[in-house]
């Protein structure tokens, strides 16, 4: 006898208002879990994919205390060092406007590529950006979040906070070129310049502000101990004039992770919360389906329709439920993701739904569709043909 699909769909949309509802339901938990998962490995990137011959050296006393400029020339004297780039936060604002906030960092930039080749220039050349102490290259998706999309050539205007102009005018930078990064742990809404921009402005008394480095990155050679590196480094100022902290990509990284507190873990527990009271709304709806249909069951038996027969068409509905609800959610939390990059490009940069994310989802809706189903078409497989005909329908 052959399974009834088209009875199926009309006992799943019997009550189109509580389908509807039922739908809805799982459409918001399942673009909730999508997205609070998606920050959390936003959130979580930078650490699992830092790379391992990359160091990092910070002032032992705050990130926030700068580090004597000497000290980028003489790291790289290290044996086992390949490069170093220096990086120190600008803090600009652009167009005066407090609100349209974006990283800007200055940078030794004859190290910068070198250093990461996860930068690749996808518009305008390293030459142009090299040949021009003025210019600057912007991250993708930082170009093309503004109104009007910043290009090649565009002068960039900002309000010096940290580093201030002497006749309090607005420090300007030509794009040169637009970069793409091919790795998570390196964004795309970052601004890069030369440091040498701003240090021969300070040194011409123009520019105001802290003269040192903020952050020593160093590229070491493949053969290199990177913890034998790292407290030969340590060591070598252990005295001053500033002890430094240097350790790996992944640890640094993980310092940014660990400045969000429990928000890892706050995810997680609303991303659990959300699943289990999906889980009960399901469980609920078939749980009334099962009741309302209990005389049909006894029909079908009477008609001839195995146990087996009857319980897939129970146990179907859950799972078309959770089928269509869940891709539902998870389509739009794909469709969201650029919108919600942009919302969140100051605090999670690189905000993506990866393939990891929507396949765990896909899972979760199965799951929930199973759970949600196999205990009322059970009860009801179970009822006897005559007490079942006897129920009211």
């Known amino acids: 006898m052959r399974f009834p699909i088209r009875l199926l769909l009309r006992y799943l949309f019997k009550h189109p208002v509580r389908t509807s509802l039922t739908l809805g339901s799982l459409i918001v938990a399942l673009f909730l879990v999508c997205t609070l998962f998606s920050l959390l490995t936003t959130i979580e990137a930078g650490v699992k994919n830092a790379r391992p011959d990359r160091l990092i050296t910070q002032s032992a006393m705050s990130l926030f205390v700068d580090m004597p400029r000497a000290y980028l020339g003489q790291i790289k004297e290290i044996e086992g060092i390949r490069e170093v780039v220096s990086w120190n936060w600008f803090g600009g604002i652009y167009k005066d406007d407090p609100k349209s906030f974006f990283a800007q960092f200055g940078v030794s930039s004859e190290s910068l590529f070198a250093t990461y080749p996860e930068i690749e220039l996808v518009e305008g050349t390293k030459e142009d950006f090299m040949g021009d102490r003025k210019s600057c290259i912007v991250g993708k998706t930082l170009a093309e979040q503004w109104d009007v999309d910043w290009k090649v050539g565009d002068t960039i205007p900002l309000r010096g906070t940290i580093y201030p102009r002497a006749d309090d005018s607005m420090w300007e930078f030509r794009i040169a070129a637009i970069y793409k990064s091919n790795a998570p742990n390196v964004d795309q809404q970052t601004m890069f310049f030369h440091e040498d921009y701003l ?104 008609l001839g329709f195995s ?66 189903g196999v205990t009322p078409a059970f009860l009801v497989v179970r009822r006897k043909v005559v007490d079942a005909l006897r129920t009211e329908a």
């Open 199 to 302: 240090r021969e402005a300070q040194d011409s008394k123009a520019a105001l502000g802290p003269e040192g480095v903020g952050v020593i990155v160093a590229l070491i050679e493949k053969s290199a101990d990177p913890v034998a590196i790292g407290r030969e480094i340590d060591r070598k100022y252990e005295n001053g004039p500033q002890r430094t902290q240097t350790g790996p990509e992944s640890e640094f990284q993980a310092q940014f992770v660990s400045m969000l507190g429990n928000v890892p873990l706050f995810l997680r527990s609303i991303g659990g919360a959300v699943t289990f009271a999906i889980l009960l709304a399901v469980v609920n709806t078939m749980l009334l389906a099962a009741r309302e249909q209990t005389r049909d069951v006894g029909i079908l038996k009477a």
């Open 307 to 372: 146990s087996t027969v009857v319980f897939l068409l129970f146990f179907g509905q859950s799972i078309v439920l959770a089928a269509l609800g869940g891709g539902a959610g998870i389509a739009l939390a794909k469709s969201m993701e650029a919108p919600i990059r942009i919302g969140l490009s100051t605090m999670f940069p690189g905000y993506t739904v990866l393939d990891e994310t929507v396949r765990n989802a896909i899972l979760l809706a199965l799951f929930i569709g199973i759970a949600a």
